[in-house]
């Protein structure tokens, strides 16, 4: 075994929300890299249930318990990354579990440091948090409110917000591919997407090389953008890129489309999502940060930069929290 394999053999990470698309492929490359995981999920096949909008979730003394599962593993940990979350239902249910995976993150951190660990907690933001939009009530508003209780709480060291995730083969239905051949127009939208083995991969690389760990924990965390490769809205689902023909009824169908919330239907809200995007004020939003706006990256943070398909980049922060959207807008000189 590598010095590498051998240090990192006795390292381990805790994966809340574990049964996740990206925790199970998370798992999967801390795994391959060495570290051993802790997976905490709501139900089986995880010995570790823990429903986070248990208010005992929310207690470091729950998870002092808990932890007892990383040393009888080997090690104390590394790393403690929120993976839960909830993306559709009543607006209630969605905050309630967005923002209790913070809870049980923060709780999770301090229980760690009471026992003399000092673990790297990351939290997960979303692209969609960050829409003009700002629907309050939906998997935004309690995305927005999650990450809000992060910058607000001691003990989040990181927020990784990542845009498109890729998964292959994407499971779109036939409608939305339909949809996307025929317009043109959002099938056109630039977007910068990772795959969900992308994702995995640049988590792997922060918890090798944390980025600023607190001790004492920061009064609020670094704030990260996953920068995947750039594509066109179509591409993602298959759609060849093809000449925009201009079509009278195209703008009228994507006024129809932008209307589209659709809850419990995740796929028309998406492309209700896009529409809106491609009509609205901030075209760019699935870009990422606007030229220019990005804070310079630390020498730290241009280790983590990947020479291949994403980059780990320093994500603006403005005072109410709309980042990105605002100086895209500016960029595109548009009315606040
Ligand atoms: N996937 C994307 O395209 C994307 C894009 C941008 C950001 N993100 C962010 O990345 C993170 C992971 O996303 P994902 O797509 O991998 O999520 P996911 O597949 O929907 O997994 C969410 C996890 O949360 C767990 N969970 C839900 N309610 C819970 C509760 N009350 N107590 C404990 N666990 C609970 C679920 O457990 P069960 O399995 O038991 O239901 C599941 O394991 C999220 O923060 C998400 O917002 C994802």
């Given at each position: 075994m590598s010095v590498l394999g051998a240090r990192c053999a006795r390292e381990v990470v805790v994966l809340l929300g574990a049964r996740g698309l990206l925790a199970s492929l998370t798992a999967r490359a801390?795994?391959?890299?060495?570290?051993?995981?802790?997976?905490?999920?709501?139900a089986e096949p995880h010995p570790l249930g823990v429903d986070v909008t248990r208010e005992e979730a929310w207690q470091p003394a729950f998870w002092s318990q808990l932890l007892g599962a990383a040393r009888g593993q080997g090690g104390s940990p590394r790393a403690i990354i929120n993976f839960v979350t909830c993306k559709q239902g009543p607006a209630e249910t969605l905050q309630q579990v967005n923002l209790a995976g913070v809870r049980a993150l923060v709780a999770a951190a301090t229980a760690a440091r009471e026992q003399g660990a000092h673990p790297l907690t990351l939290h997960l933001g979303s692209a969609a948090e960050h829409r003009p939009e700002r629907d309050a009530r939906?998997?935004?508003?309690?995305?927005?409110?999650?990450?809000?209780?992060?910058?607000?709480?001691?003990?989040?060291?990181?927020?990784?917000?990542?845009?498109?995730?890729?998964?292959?083969?994407?499971?779109?239905?036939?409608?939305?591919?339909?949809?996307?051949?025929?317009?043109?127009?959002?099938?056109?939208?630039?977007?910068?997407?990772?795959?969900?083995?992308?994702?995995?991969?640049?988590?792997?690389?922060?918890?090798?090389?944390?980025?600023?760990?607190?001790?004492?924990?920061?009064?609020?965390?670094?704030?990260?953008?996953l920068e995947g490769r750039e594509a066109r809205l179509g591409e993602l689902f298959g759609i060849a890129?093809?000449?925009?023909?201009?079509?009278?009824?195209?703008?009228?169908?994507?006024?129809?489309?932008?209307?589209?919330?659709?809850?419990?239907?995740?796929?028309?809200?998406?492309?209700?999502?896009?529409?809106?995007?491609?009509?609205?004020?901030?075209?760019?939003?699935?870009?990422?940060?606007?030229?220019?706006?990005?804070?310079?990256?630390?020498?730290?943070?241009?280790?983590?930069?990947?020479?291949?398909?994403?980059?780990?980049?320093?994500?603006?922060?403005?005072?109410?929290?709309?980042?990105?959207?605002?100086?895209?807008?500016?960029?595109?000189?548009?009315?606040?």
């Open positions: 801390l795994r391959e890299a060495g570290f051993s995981i802790v997976a905490v999920g709501r939906g998997y935004a508003g309690a995305k927005r409110e999650a990450h809000a209780y992060c910058l607000t709480t001691p003990g989040v060291d990181v927020v990784l917000t990542l845009g498109i995730v890729q998964r292959t083969p994407s499971p779109a239905p036939a409608f939305v591919r339909f949809t996307l051949r025929h317009l043109p127009a959002l099938a056109a939208v630039p977007v910068k997407v990772c795959s969900a083995e992308d994702v995995a991969q640049a988590l792997v690389a922060l918890v090798r090389h944390p980025v600023a760990p607190g001790e004492p924990p920061p009064a609020s965390p670094s704030e990260l953008w890129p093809h000449p925009v023909r201009a079509r009278t009824w195209e703008p009228w169908m994507l006024r129809a489309l932008a209307t589209l919330r659709g809850e419990g239907f995740p796929w028309l809200a998406r492309l209700g999502g896009f529409a809106r995007i491609a009509l609205g004020r901030a075209p760019n939003h699935y870009l990422g940060p606007a030229p220019g706006t990005a804070p310079t990256p630390s020498t730290e943070l241009r280790e983590l930069m990947s020479p291949g398909r994403w980059r780990i980049l320093p994500f603006p922060r403005s005072a109410d929290h709309v980042p990105f959207v605002r100086a895209a807008r500016e960029a595109a000189a548009l009315p606040p």
